[in-house]
């Protein structure tokens, strides 16, 4: 599975700890970022040192499943969209997340609706078909996307980036119809400056200038605080300030 693979990659890179998050949109709106954080025997630091990794992912999607907006309730689902936390560069990121292969596409365990047994039955190129296919859902309607990709001519806002593989079209106000898909109710970022915008964790204020949580001092997106955004040389294809304004600011200590 795709966060075993994960799980592995990170620990071979010397790391103890990492924490998780949920990121699924119901979750975003019922829970603060603290407490979209899930725990593994009782910690909110889950350790890597560990012998087994399939256990620790047993665990994991046990405490997915196990937060719930009514805990009194029965059931729940084991494939919340999650948010990995670790003290990685950005660079140890993108490795984590392609592998040895630089071309591939990243994809997460919740992107993929078919298991890895039957990918791998399948004939290479209608597999790889699903994957471009859940790869798109993930990043937002095309013709949205398309519309923030000419805005901001390939070029993640906040990073600058320039993969378009890795971009991805963030709303402002969530998704709520067609007329959300506006382009000024759009920022194109990065895959995981686009989670960190959704958590909460990453905001930008009415000067468009970034906004880091202080829980991120110690990571590297604490360089991108105070920077002002890349903006569309359109200035009528800029980010609403209106809808910016809707969204609460990550706090700052």
Not at 145 to 156: E, G, I, N, Q
Request: glycine share 6%; net charge positive; with cysteine.
């Amino acid at each position: 599975m795709a966060l075993d693979a994960l799980l592995l990659r990170l620990r071979n890179r010397g790391l103890e700890k990492i924490r998780i998050h949920i990121v699924s949109s119901n979750a975003i709106k019922i829970w603060k970022p603290e407490d979209r954080i899930i725990e593994i025997d009782g910690n909110l630091d889950i350790s890597l040192k560990v012998e087994d990794l399939k256990d620790l992912r047993g665990k994991i999607s046990k405490a997915q499943q196990e937060k719930k907006e009514d805990p009194t309730t029965k059931g729940g689902s084991p494939t919340k969209r999650i948010l990995i936390e670790a003290n990685l560069s950005e660079g140890a990121w993108k490795e984590v997340v392609f592998g040895v292969n630089p071309t591939a596409v990243p994809v997460s365990e919740g992107d993929l609706e078919i298991d890895l047994a039957e990918f791998l039955s399948e004939d290479g190129v209608v597999a790889k078909e699903k994957v471009i296919r859940a790869v798109a859902l993930r990043r937002g309607q095309p013709k949205f996307r398309k519309k923030l990709l000419t805005a901001y001519k390939c070029s993640c806002a906040v990073t600058g980036t320039l993969f378009s593989p890795i971009l991805e079209a963030a709303h402002i106000i969530p998704y709520m119809g067609a007329k959300t898909n506006h382009v000024t109710n759009g920022i194109l970022l990065r895959a995981d400056i686009h989670t960190l915008f959704d958590l909460g964790l990453l905001g930008i204020n009415q000067d468009y200038k970034v906004v880091v949580s202080s829980s991120m001092k110690e990571t590297e997106y604490e360089a991108y605080n105070g920077r002002r955004i890349i903006l569309p040389e359109n200035e009528a294809e800029w980010p609403s300030l209106a809808a910016l304004k809707s969204r609460p600011l990550p706090s700052r200590h």
